[in-house]
């Protein structure tokens, strides 16, 4: 919660408070750990200090009043991620927190007892080289994430309402090295003029069909077809004008190819290798995946090496959820994942046409408890649908080309303790 201009908005208000009312119904025993990044300090640029809670109380008032109702019956403890790291700098924030009956916990690592099992719980930007913070207490010492976020996330908050829609209050929901195809994407798909969209769309769409026609014509050139292929055959001799329509599109197409292409296609190769250099970009051409969890499995397995009484390994920040054995005796490792919209990068299947990013949520939570001799580990989705929010462009293009399917579940996980 909490940004500059809309990145204040929160999209789960409605299913975070009947989620806290459920909790009315728990006994005492029961705890709510909320595993870091509940604020977006980060991104809020016009407040300093403490009065940063001040404005995003004012903003979700409901959820903090709910909050007090249920910390009344449940224990709410909450950790410290690296977009609300000021928590773990300024003690004054304990004591605002505590008025909602929140219990802040600003440790890098609790553990929790079940049985003779620990459960280990963190939120996980030390393990992040983006994201980790020097010397974690000082509010001076911030890791290179913070800077990245400030200057793109909050910066293209304040101008989301001068946009064709609000989509960029969603820049939160994509990873960093994401951040300039999705703006792409979101140029052509809802920015650029819709004129002169029109005008390169069937350009873009028929790229593929260009690159052969060209070679096509560069076969009849050399003398090995007396015509070329492509542009001379039964097929399209049917589509009467159509045909001609797509010869003068794809004559204007290669001429340009020929003309820009092939000179940017030795700029792109040597762009590359410059990055290589810089080591901004791996062996096999692809940007570093800053959202990995290898760090996170790595750091899993050494520490139920370290301590064969951790059953469960918790963490959050990448926004992934899943929920994995890892250990040699059957441990498990959780990401709790975001309740913040999730934005999936879908190609489009034809030309040249910038990818869509398909919205979704995944609202959940895990409950974990001892019934006899077992810890069980429940995992519950709430359900919610995104808006109707993709143009009818963006959906034509994704016609029979679905999202990939988030990270399966199982709705339970039982460890023998």
């Known amino acids: 919660m909490g940004g500059d ?31 870091g990044d509940t604020f977006g300090f980060w991104e809020l640029t016009l407040v300093r200090g403490v009065e940063r809670l001040a404005h995003i109380v004012a903003a979700h008032q409901a959820i903090f009043d709910q909050l007090r109702v249920s910390g009344a019956h449940v224990k709410v403890t909450m950790m410290v991620g690296n977009h609300d790291y000021d928590l773990a ?28 099992k620990k459960i280990w719980i963190e939120h996980g930007q030390q393990r992040d080289q983006f994201n980790s913070f020097p010397e974690y207490g000082n509010a001076y010492a911030l ?20 946009g064709r829609g609000d989509w960029l209050k969603d820049i939160r929901s994509v990873g960093t090295m994401q951040i300039p195809d999705w703006m792409l994407s979101n140029y052509f798909y809802r920015e650029m003029s819709m004129a002169l969209r029109w005008v390169l769309l069937p350009f873009l769409l028929l790229a593929g069909a260009t690159i052969i026609a060209t070679l096509g014509e560069v076969l009849r050139v050399a003398g090995i077809f007396d015509y070329n292929i492509i542009f001379h055959n039964p097929l399209m001799s049917r589509l009467g004008i159509i045909d001609n329509v797509l010869q003068v599109v794809i004559t204007i197409n290669s001429i340009f190819l020929i003309l820009f292409g092939i000179p940017a296609f030795f700029v792109e190769r040597d762009l590359m290798r410059t990055l290589h250099r810089f080591r901004l970009q791996t062996s096999h051409g692809m940007s570093p995946d800053l959202d990995t969890e290898e760090p996170y499995l790595k750091g899993a397995k050494e520490v139920f090496e370290a301590d064969n009484k951790v059953a469960v390994f918790i963490f959050g920040h990448t926004h992934a ?32 046409l910038p990818a869509v990013y398909y919205p979704s949520y995944r609202l959940n939570y895990f409950r974990i408890e001892q019934k006899n001799d077992q810890l069980v580990i429940d995992y519950i989705e709430i359900p919610k649908t995104p808006e109707r929010e993709l143009t009818w462009l963006q959906r034509l293009v994704l016609l029979g080309h679905a999202p990939k399917s988030p990270e399966a579940i199982p709705a339970m996980t039982i460890i023998d303790l």
């Not at 990145?7 to 909320?34: A, N, S």
């Open 143 to 162: 890791p290179v994430g913070y800077f990245i976020t400030e200057t793109f996330v909050s910066g293209a908050s304040r101008y989301s309402d001068f």
């Open 89 to 116: 700098c300024d003690p004054a924030f304990a004591e605002k927190l505590r008025a909602y009956n929140i219990h802040l916990d600003t440790s890098l690592v609790l553990t929790r007892a079940v049985g003779d």
């Open 321 to 352: 959820a899943f929920l994995r054995r890892l250990g040699p005796a059957g441990q498990v490792v959780i990401n709790t994942g975001t309740w913040l919209k999730l934005l999936s990068r879908v190609p489009v299947r034809f030309g040249w």
């Open 5 to 35: 201009g809309q990145l204040q908005h929160c999209d789960y208000t409605v299913e975070f408070i009947e989620f806290l009312k459920e909790l009315e119904k728990e006994g005492p025993d029961t705890e709510l750990l909320i595993v």
